[in-house]
């Protein structure tokens, strides 16, 4: 029989509906993942509801138990927190980062030793769809 859960979806943030999916599809209590992240159990129940900001630190801890990148779980706990103005659509691009970290994790891959080049990222992202912000006025 799955663990009972402590908190239901309706009170959590994203990153705490994603927690709630991933114990529910590991069948663990809330408890056990405290326990595999070295986190005590009131922080982790914290991280999940709606309008906390779960330190950095937790995040890791976190990720590294749940065999995620922390930077999939900031996005989800810190949504918006992009630069203003950087990116009109920061939207989508947070989720193109999501994404790109869901895809890693799922086909297993490890991040390179070294950051990529600018130019790998240029290229990378005109792959994926990014375009020249300015080119449609500059005619």
Same mark, same amino acid.
């Given at each position: 029989?799955? &663990? %009972? $859960?402590?908190?239901?979806?309706?009170?959590?943030?994203?990153?705490?509906?994603?927690? #709630? /999916?991933? !114990?529910?599809?590991?069948?663990?209590?809330?408890?056990?993942?405290?326990?595999?992240?070295?986190?005590?159990? &009131? %922080? $982790?129940?914290?991280a999940c509801l709606r309008g906390t900001c779960p330190a950095p630190e937790t #995040? /890791?801890? !976190?990720?590294?138990?749940?065999?995620?990148?922390?930077?999939?779980?900031?996005?989800?706990?810190?949504?918006?927190?992009?630069?203003?103005?950087?990116?009109?659509?920061?939207?989508?691009?947070?989720?193109?980062?999501?994404?790109?970290l869901a895809t890693a994790r799922q086909e297993n891959l490890a991040p390179p030793?070294?950051?990529?080049?600018?130019?790998?990222?240029?290229?990378?992202?005109?792959?994926?769809?990014?375009g020249d912000r300015y080119s449609s006025s500059a005619n």
């Open positions: 029989m799955p &663990p %009972r $859960l402590q908190i239901q979806p309706e009170d959590c943030s994203a990153l705490g509906k994603a927690i #709630l /999916r991933y !114990l529910q599809g590991r069948q663990i209590s809330m408890n056990q993942l405290a326990e595999e992240a070295g986190i005590p159990q &009131p %922080r $982790l129940r914290g #995040l /890791r801890k !976190l990720a590294r138990a749940m065999g995620t990148h922390h930077l999939e779980l900031y996005s989800l706990a810190y949504p918006g927190r992009l630069p203003a103005g950087l990116f009109p659509e920061e939207e989508m691009l947070e989720t193109v980062v999501r994404e790109l030793a070294m950051p990529p080049d600018p130019e790998q990222y240029r290229r990378a992202l005109i792959a994926l769809g990014f």
